[in-house]
């Protein structure tokens, strides 16, 4: 994640997610920022427009309506997002830079604990990296992915754990979430996979992993998008 993206169709994607979950716990949410220091080459981020249309609106005004303020800041950020009030209780957040040259002694593994104490006793937790899941193990760890081994470990520290995951081209979603399912299957044994695509002007997946004692919760969440007007928006691959 990073700040020039504050407010775009992502965070709309992502905050109507975890606002449709808020209601399988009662305790407050985790959210892993994965922050990355802005980069100007590409033009991700501008995609606001949606925070007039109907269809975004008629799902979840307030939403639209909070994250158009993040938008109309000169300087977008992820501070400035986890000061909305957007959900009943503040989420447990941590938005440390995952970036190895934030600063001249940081470790990814370090950072990653720090992280997971961050967000302690959350029985949901979203990670939000810039590029989603990394399956194939390197020497450095990538800035911009959830690495497969941490997307497991906080699988198995929380209930529910949700993670943004970008398409690339290399064959059709179905396919790649087809390859990311069965391989995080079988690191989770007795966890149930689950991939919702949202789809409107750039698709992306959020990829779920979901403990036995939270299954029925998820299913009614899950179910209950496909069966309303947020159906525009969301499908299960």
Wanted: with cysteine; hydrophobic share 40%.
């Amino acid at each position: 994640m990073q700040d020039r993206y504050a407010g775009d169709v992502g965070d709309f994607s992502k905050f109507a997610l975890m606002r449709q979950l808020e209601v399988l716990s009662s305790r407050p949410m985790g959210l892993i920022w994965y922050r990355h220091p802005d980069e100007s080459h590409t033009n991700d981020g501008r995609h606001i427009n949606y925070m007039s249309h109907p269809s975004w609106l008629n799902c979840d005004r307030a939403l639209v309506e909070h994250l158009s303020q993040a938008s109309s800041q000169e300087a977008r950020s992820i501070r400035f997002l986890e000061g909305l009030p957007l959900f009943r209780q503040a989420p447990k957040t941590f938005d440390e830079s995952c970036h190895p040259f934030s600063h001249a002694a940081f470790r990814r593994g370090e950072w990653f604990d720090r992280a997971l104490s961050a967000v302690e006793g959350c029985d949901i937790v979203f990670a939000d990296p810039d590029n989603g899941i990394r399956l194939s193990p390197q020497a450095t760890a990538s800035p911009k992915h959830i690495e497969r081994s941490e997307f497991v470990e906080l699988a198995r520290r929380h209930p529910v754990l949700v993670a943004y995951h970008h398409f690339d081209r290399s064959q059709s979603h179905v396919g790649q979430m087809k390859i990311l399912r069965d391989e995080l299957a079988a690191d989770l044994p007795g966890h149930k996979i689950e991939v919702l695509r949202y789809r409107r002007i750039s698709p992306r997946a959020y990829v779920c992993a979901v403990q036995s004692q939270m299954a029925g919760g998820f299913e009614a969440v899950a179910a209950g998008l496909m069966a309303s007007p947020w159906n525009y928006h969301w499908e299960r691959l």
